[in-house]
């Protein structure tokens, strides 16, 4: 969809970054062990195809196609598996429980389609990608003209932006169909996250079609497009998906499924904790954004008084509330601008002196009231009391007896 191209070093820098930023949120997927694995794969399949795409265009703009003749040709079936994971994507977000039938093969067709295409390419080894690599060095626009075994490629440059065209207006069907008979299907983060995931895609797939306007102009009748209004096109093209990753990447949560949670479902018994299977809280009713998540998370450890088990921690924390633990982590210090550690010390705390002050004709050993809040040993118990106090037990103590 690129092919008459100016290669000044403002767009190659942003090349770079539709390379290197897809590729960054794909290698936080891939090292995110919890969540919905079926989003996860599709956002990969997303991001990884679009970064191969780009990588494609960035080696042939600097010449680096001939040091890696495969990437011309060799990644792109895979391109073909990005509309479909677009719309499924959207799917399975508004329908956590959809199951993927024999049916949906059908899906798959096109990247097929592409891999008998390619198989001119594919049998023709080193030599005949090299051969390529160079007239596409020495001629940019050589790279719509490649003979596929099926079809020249400018001619699927105009297929994969047809499916892309489809693809789009079916997850905003889905999407708006799904606003209009149940609102409470989803909660409002879900809608939001959708609702801009797809305005950010509408707009990649509607500059990709400007971009084929403007080659088949170049390429069929030999007409040059405007210089500014093509290069205008192509940075809008890159900026979308450069901000669509980031996005992800200042967004961790999106990257295991959104939140939708219901505590009503969570065991009163929290003493067992250590002993716990993951719980899952979510639920399809709750409006739930990252601040009030957090706060929730927080009011949720007061409320059960989960800190008072000793062995509960942020691992803990992740495990009861089916939530990665580097999200919590990323969520309460954003919001709260604490850690989860300092603030299950200071429930702790204060738990301990809420007992003093109860039973304050009961006299508690420190080791004793140290292990009702939560702490582990003595010391431990004694070095957090007077960092958040300014004095030990003993000394709060004897100030209530004197009180």
Known sequence: ?????????????????SVLFPLIACT?????????????????TIFFGISLYYLRHLFALTGLITDFPFILRGFVPIYYLIQPSIYFYVLINLDE?????????????PAVYSIVDNYTFYAGGPQYWQHWSNLIVNDYGNIANYPGFLMKAKFNFILRILLYISYIMFSWRIYI????????????FV???????????SIYVFTNI??????????????????????LTLYINVLTIIVLASYILFNPILLYGLPKINFNTISDNHKSLSNFKSMQIYDNKTDMNEHNLAVTLIDEIKEKQLYTDVEFSLALASQYFSIPSHHISFIINKYIKKSIPDIICEMRIEHAIQLLKDNFNKKYTMETLGNLSGFKSRSTFYSSFKKITGITPNEYYQNLKKA
Do not use: C
Not at 1 to 17: R, Y
Not at 28 to 44: A, C, H, P, T, V
Not at 97 to 109: E, G, M
Not at 177 to 188: F, M, S, V
């Open 1 to 17: 969809m690129i092919n008459f191209i100016s290669t000044d070093t403002f767009f190659i820098v942003l090349l770079i970054l």
């Open 28 to 44: 936080s997927i891939l090292i995110e062990k919890n969540g919905n694995r079926k989003l996860q794969w599709l956002m990969f």
């Open 97 to 109: 429980n959809y199951i993927f039938s024999k049916k949906d093969l059908l899906h798959l067709i």
């Open 177 to 188: 169909k799904n606003i209009q008979l149940n609102t409470e299907i989803k909660n409002q």
């Open 191 to 201: 809608l939001k996250w959708l609702r801009l995931f797809l305005i950010i895609i």
């Open 210 to 231: 400007l971009a084929s306007i403007f080659n088949f102009n170049f390429i069929i009748l030999k007409n040059s497009p405007s210089h500014y209004i093509f290069d």
